[in-house]
């Protein structure tokens, strides 16, 4: 099998589980790449829920190695959290794999986000307060403390004596806030250390010799192109590398190694947070698709913003992820809506485009243009085939795939694994 990035195409939460759990099934190697719990991945087998924060969806193959790679942020007591979640239901664990050098989110972490985001006021970035942003700023800074450090008690207990210290200055001096326990925090994660030991290794060198092998490496996504730290709208962003690119980042591959991205979009558009959102409906229409696409966060349960897909963002995620074809979801979502609005391009200064302009999360003058299609009534969730959907059901998914430029590997009609249409080009291009 190929090896395969699946991406977010939008703002994130565009069901990209779905897309993993799917390919998975014939892949020998599922890697998480990047994003920490702030991500939330969503799979339903045999009418059972399963939500991923940390472990990546394929865990649920046990012949299938998954592995949480080296750009990822963990939070250990997250990933055992769900571990444990995991063998009370009967699951095994023993082919996770966890990267020794993947960075951890610290109680401190957490603190900061939550103490930026109050000092930020009425500028709040609307993050999930995991600690996501201070855990890779730490990173960056060189600060950051590593899995592999977490394993070596002495090593450990030096970097949390000299990080807390500095922390503490922060919480102190700049927050007004309290300090941290020290020696809480120290025997917290000594706690965990031995709950991950068994998990943790070298995923470079694992990761290098699956793509030698040829076994079939799923790249899991989190989050979405929009929402990465360079190419999204920037400040309304994640600090996490989102797109096909980070892929490489985060797992020690190169370019070359990558055979397909698939790019996971919705049939309309959501966001969670705050920062620019051009095809935003703040209407009956936006609560219509809230309520029947139950957009509520996986990780903090808020309600998302909800719009009609913009094609402008699917162009431009097809081009900075190098996007091989399109897994378009949600669809059954608009079934009952007299019309659909698809958004062709944008009105800035006087002039229309179709280009994301660059300084995008600073346009408020911009407007969304639209083109109306005829809606659909029937119920599509039993739909196995194309040919299954109303004409005008049909009629969406062609414009959309004009528009995006790219061709339209899958349709999703419902959360169940059954509930997918296979189009000739996942046969072509994820199949062989
Ligand atoms: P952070 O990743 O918690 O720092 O949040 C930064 C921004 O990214 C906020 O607007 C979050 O709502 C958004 N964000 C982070 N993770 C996800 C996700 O998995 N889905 C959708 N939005 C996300």
Not at 14 to 39: F, H, Q
Not at 76 to 88: Q, S
Not at 176 to 192: C, I, R
Request: hydrophobic share 40%; aromatic share 6%.
């Amino acid at each position: 099998m190929a090896n395969i990035v699946v991406v977010g195409a939008q703002w994130g939460d565009e069901a990209k589980g779905k897309m993993v759990d799917y390919l998975s099934r014939r892949a020998g190697m599922v890697v998480r790449y990047g994003g920490g719990n702030n991500a939330g991945h969503t799979v339903v087998v045999d009418g059972e829920t399963y939500k991923f924060h940390l472990v990546p969806c394929g865990i649920l193959y046990p012949e299938v190695v998954c592995v949480i790679a080296d750009g990822v942020v963990i939070d250990p007591a997250v990933l055992i959290a769900e571990i444990e979640k995991l063998t009370a239901r009967g699951h095994s664990v023993s082919h996770l794999k966890v990267s020794q050098n993947a960075h951890l989110i610290m109680p401190y972490h957490r603190l900061m986000d939550q103490l930026e985001e109050r000092r930020r006021g009425t500028g709040a970035l609307g993050t999930t307060g995991r600690g996501i942003g201070p855990a890779y700023a730490d990173k960056a800074t060189r600060n950051g403390i590593r899995m592999h450090e977490l394993m070596d008690r002495a090593r450990f207990e030096e970097r949390l004596r000299e990080q807390i210290a500095e922390k503490n200055l922060l919480f102190t001096r700049i927050y007004e806030s309290e300090p941290l326990d020290g020696k809480a925090v120290l025997e917290e994660y000594l706690e965990y250390a031995e709950k991950l030991r068994p998990f943790v290794c070298d995923t470079v060198s694992l990761i290098g010799e699956a793509i030698r092998r040829d076994v079939g490496v799923v790249f899991e996504g989190a989050q979405g192109t929009l929402l990465d730290l360079d190419l999204g709208t920037y400040p309304y962003v994640t600090s996490s590398h989102p797109i096909a690119g980070g892929a490489c980042l985060g797992t020690g591959i190169g370019p070359t190694a990558i055979d397909a991205v698939v790019g996971v979009a919705k049939s309309y558009t959501t966001r969670v947070g705050a920062g620019v959102f051009p095809t935003e409906l703040t209407d009956d229409i936006g609560d219509y698709i809230r309520e029947r696409g139950h957009e509520y966060g996986t990780t903090t349960g808020r309600p998302r913003r909800c719009g009609w897909l913009d094609s402008v963002v699917l162009r431009y995620a097809a081009q900075v992820n190098g996007m091989s074809c399109l897994s378009l979801g949600l669809l059954d979502v608009l079934t009952g809506l007299d019309t659909v609005k698809i958004c062709v391009g944008y009105q800035v200064d006087g002039a229309f485009t179709q280009e994301m302009p660059c300084d995008l999360p600073y346009r408020t003058d911009l407007q969304a243009v639209y083109e109306t299609l005829p809606g659909w009534s029937e119920d599509i969730s039993g739909a196995r085939c194309l040919d299954d959907l109303p004409e005008t059901c049909r009629l969406y998914i062609r414009r959309v795939e004009e528009l995006a430029g790219v061709p339209i590997a899958t349709l999703s009609v419902g959360p169940g694994r059954d509930q997918t249409i296979i189009l000739p080009t996942a046969h072509a291009l994820l199949e062989n």
